[in-house]
DNA sequence: CTGTTAGCGCCTTCAA
DNA sequence: TTGAAGGCGCTAACAG
């Protein structure tokens, strides 16, 4: 390994000249630049990262913090196209991805709780959230209170926290204005109460807009079950659906899983997709390649969200005091064969 | 941040000592150790990583480098499984994990190279990669030439390389014997030649000891065109498969999106699933939940092999000179209601 | 068993 | 514009 002193020898120099080139802080006389430069290339000198964490007082680490779900249902594609902008960008500024799961399932207070010490403990030079509700919220105040910059990937606009949102109002909107302009309408959209607000507010809006009829098919509960559990659920639904008095001609369903259940019910029911009746999902998971007709689907933009919110907390790393901002992130339709 | 110097304080004793009894190493008298144990405790001392790598000359870092396919089709969930058993089995004996994504598709010599620089500039403790192919292969040998120990999550043994390998010919054995006990005696095997070698082996391999008949469809090669190009191969691949002359009663198919496919396919000729025909899939992905019929598959222990990997790495960094090792790790069936 | 001494590679302060 | 000195927190040798 390569050091300062190293270059300082070659290029006969005293150490801290040579920092002050590398570091391209300080006065340095362009001629010292730039045999420095070209001595360090030479040698192919590295910046030893654990010297400069330690003289400097800073970490050059970002721990991002994950969900393992249930069935490892929360994550997997999705997440993962999250991780590689989070990695991408923060590469590009010479920081590392520190990557942690907490498992939702064990109870806060003992395992999670030891790790979320553990990462405080790492002090890292600021934290990125992957998710809403109260678990990462509650994360986010208990870092912010560590003094430890942080940003939320989150589905809404979190009031008082910084976040990247993946814009599912807009998407869902625009998933209905591109349904209409292909003549629907009367456009329904399928969910379960309390869990997929900000999509619904979207459909309503839309609908309002338009002045279209408001159609809404919706379970009270989703009590878990994991994701085979839902698809049957869509396979239920499709039947109310299809068996309406007045019936949609268009589904926007709140999921793919969800939808896919109801591409596989219509089909039962003898409803032609996308004839008879248009089916659009939500989140572009790998499935939606795979129903037939291929499922046109609202898709989560997952690696700009992470570079955004890499981008957004180098900001904050570097000033720490900007005020609170929520930044969102458009949802693209990927249009497949069932619209 | 409370230093050791904090404890040595107020323990009055040298920091010296205080090192010893926090590492464990050296002599130090129970009173002492325990009377620093409490204070630290107290005081909520956590070692700063930068000191002791900089000190020691070690790092307590592993790097993962993974790849990133055509359309993202080759890692997601059972990539994110893997990295989850490997950050485990890290974090249990205070390393990190850093991830790095390669990107299949850049030219190896430019972005990759770099890349690659890069992870050995940091000076990882060990590297772990995610793959066989000749690409990985050649990582592996650049690493070890820098005195890196590495080692290899594959499918198969690496010859002169220590690896954790997914055991695919004992996984389709495995599924062949499950058939055969279920009653079935006409067991085929669906891929493409030249890249389900193991898995075909494995196949081979049970039909010979059980006295079966070999049967395999198989084109000749598959040439991109992404997931949904594979199911299309597999619904036409059905009809070769139900017009066969000797029509066969159960089919291994060498992935999931394949059997997705057959399945589709098997349905439009008027196949009955289970019934007239078992179907087999490989990986078991998400999708697999989510075929009509449940696709039955010889699902990949990613958890389990990067936790060994991870073992098999630690090993490696403590013992460097340790010789050539393979682990295998068993897949398992997991059934649903195709077979 | 314990303490002292001497750095690891880098950055900051201050003087030249 | 450059250099010398000091120290971040920790560990490794060695001396008590």
Redesign the interface.
């Known amino acids: ?1 390569t050091s300062l002193k190293d270059i300082a020898k070659r290029a006969k120099l005293s150490i801290n000249t040579v920092s002050r080139a590398i570091r391209g802080s300080g006065y340095v006389s362009a001629e010292s630049r730039e045999k420095v430069m070209r001595i360090a290339v030479e040698l ?1 000198y ?1 910046p ?4 400069r ?2 003289r400097s007082r800073k ?1 050059f680490e970002v721990a991002v913090i994950s969900f ?1 779900g249930a069935d ?1 249902s929360s ?3 999705l ?3 999250k ?2 902008g989070i ?2 960008r923060l ?1 590009a500024s010479g920081y ?6 907490l498992d939702i399932n064990s109870e806060f207070e003992s395992a999670n709780l030891k790790l979320l010490d ?1 990462i405080a ?3 890292p030079a600021g934290i990125i959230i992957i998710g809403d509700g109260e678990l990462c919220k509650s994360i986010y105040r208990l870092m912010e209170s560590k003094q430890t910059p942080v940003v939320l990937i989150s589905y809404d606009v979190i009031p008082e926290m910084d976040c990247v949102y993946i814009d599912r109002l807009q998407g869902v909107r625009d998933a209905v204005y591109y349904l209409a302009e292909k003549g629907r309408n009367k456009i329904a959209f399928a969910g379960f109460h309390g869990i997929c607000c900000n999509r619904i507010r979207g459909y309503r809006k839309a609908v309002k807009e338009l002045g279209l009829q408001e159609i809404i098919f919706s379970e009270n509960s989703y009590s878990g079950g ?3 559990r839902i ?1 049957d659920l869509g396979v239920a639904m499709s039947g109310d659906i299809a068996g309406a008095k007045s019936r949609p001609d268009a589904v926007i369903a709140y999921s793919d ?1 969800l939808a ?1 259940g109801l591409i ?1 019910g219509f089909r039962e029911y003898g409803v032609r997709i996308p004839e008879a009746m248009a089916v659009i999902g939500f989140d572009n ?3 939606a ?2 129903t ?1 007709p ?1 499922l046109t689907t609202i898709a989560q933009p997952n690696f700009k969200a992470g570079e955004l919110a890499a981008e957004m907390l180098l900001d904050k790393i570097i000033k720490p005091d900007e005020r609170v901002n929520a930044v969102g992130v458009p949802m693209n339709l990927k249009i497949r064969n069932s619209t």
């Open positions: 390994m192919g590295r030893n990262r654990a010297a964490s330690l970490n393992l490892n994550g997997d594609q997440m993962m196209e991780f590689v990695k991408r590469a590392e991805m520190n990557l942690h799961f553990d403990g790492q002090s994991g994701l085979g698809f899983y896919a596989a998971r790998e499935l390649a795979f037939s291929g």
